[in-house]
């Protein structure tokens, strides 16, 4: 529905590629995961956000929704579950969010006591017992070919 609408209202054209870009690993880390298991038969992640910017408390999430989360709002770029985890977990996540996380954000704003948090892939490292590589890996694009500024309604 919104690829139609994109498409009458700007004239949107565009092909789908392979390309070999930048992108980040979601691995284990050395010493293994850091992680404790969901209690109770949780299907869906729940309370991802809480709190403010640079934190993370997700209950019931599978290593795959981690990613997800990580892809669609804090980093900028994919990221690629390869941590082999299956299950899902409860774990919190605390770090201090630089300028190129929360892309889509229009304000920034730090817990209390930010000063003294990590980065995001030392967080992850020291409290999930993961790591986020840079890899270059084949991911599917969206190439524009044409696209027009829309005409007044």
Not at 106 to 114: E, R, V, W
Request: proline letters at 7%; charged letters at 20%.
């Amino acid at each position: 529905m919104m690829q139609k609408l994109l498409a009458e209202r700007f004239q949107l054209v565009f092909h789908r590629e392979r390309k070999a870009i930048s992108v980040y690993a979601l691995r284990v880390a050395e010493g293994g995961p850091k992680l404790t298991k969901s209690k109770g038969n949780v299907s869906v992640a729940h309370h991802w956000f809480h709190g403010t910017t640079g934190e993370l408390n997700p209950v019931g999430a599978s290593m795959a929704d981690f990613a997800d989360v990580l892809q669609q709002y804090i980093v900028d770029r994919p990221v690629f579950d390869q941590t082999g985890i299956t299950g899902t977990y409860d774990f919190a996540l605390n770090w201090k969010p630089d300028n190129s996380q929360f892309p889509l954000a229009h304000i920034k704003m730090l817990p209390a006591g930010s000063t003294n948090l990590p980065p995001l892939s030392t967080a992850i490292q020291q409290q999930l017992g993961l790591r986020l590589d840079t890899v270059t890996a084949p991911t599917e694009v969206m190439v524009i070919d044409h696209v027009e500024k829309p005409s007044f309604n």
